[in-house]
């Protein structure tokens, strides 16, 4: 039986503009879905929301704090939604 398909993985680092936008898209969606489990409806919209008001520097600053890998030991990531909305000020 054949394995199936996994997307490759792409270094925040090493994308574009507009794919790192995309990819924290995603990202802060999710961590708005964790944050509130029932209103998955909503999450697009207010992802979409938070990304037209972040800059790039901001999206690259949240990042690597999300992310299991680099945190040492049992150190708990940060949600990317909460991040996202810390670093407006809100």
Same mark, same amino acid.
């Given at each position: 039986?054949? +394995?199936p398909e996994? !997307?490759?993985?792409?270094?925040?680092?090493? #994308?574009t503009d507009a794919e790192l936008k995309e990819a924290m898209l995603k990202h802060i969606k999710m961590g708005y879905i964790l944050k509130f489990p029932g209103k998955s409806k !909503?999450? !697009?919209q207010v992802a979409q !929301?938070?990304?037209? +008001? #972040?800059?790039i520097e901001q999206m690259k600053e949240i990042n690597p704090h999300t992310f299991f890998f680099n945190k040492p030991g049992s150190e708990k990531p940060k949600n990317p939604y909460d991040l996202a909305i810390e670093l407006l000020g809100e």
């Open positions: 039986m054949p +394995r996994q !997307e490759g993985y792409t270094p925040f680092s090493t #994308l !909503e999450a !697009e !929301e938070i990304i037209n +008001r #972040l800059t």
